[in-house]
């Protein structure tokens, strides 16, 4: 499996930004995805997931700032994140969970993982 993330950059607080996941490998429409994203010098931390029924889950720091969906026939999954703060400012990742059943907050749960974009926001 494989997957690739595209759609960052600079963009100013208050600003949007869409990150799209590409999936390489492997029926997509079963499994659970997420998103996470890692700031220098802090842990990975949970941004969002989308169940393999459409279920969707955010900590809250993002809610109601972000989205996320997946188009199952394109193998693709999305983060639309919208009102950006500086403290969004990392490098995010998409990650697929192959049907652990673990915490979709966990960074365990989740068997495959991106190289990541970076995303910046700016004050």
């Known amino acids: 499996v494989q997957l690739e993330e595209s759609g960052g950059g600079l963009v100013q607080a208050g600003g949007s930004l869409r990150l799209s996941c590409a999936v390489f490998g492997r029926t997509f429409s079963s499994y659970s995805m997420g998103w996470f994203r890692q700031a220098p010098g802090k842990e990975r931390e949970f941004v969002a997931a989308i169940s393999w029924s459409g279920g969707t889950f955010f900590p809250n720091s993002v809610k109601g700032r972000f989205t996320i969906s997946r188009d199952n026939a394109k193998k693709m999954v999305y983060l639309q994140m919208n009102s950006l703060k500086t403290e969004d400012t990392a490098v995010y990742y998409c990650?697929?969970?192959?049907?652990?059943?673990?915490?979709?907050?966990?960074?365990?749960?989740?068997?495959?993982w991106g190289q990541g974009t970076q995303v910046t926001v700016s004050a």
């Open positions: 990650a697929v969970d192959l049907g652990s059943h673990g915490r979709v907050q966990d960074p365990r749960t989740y068997s495959y």
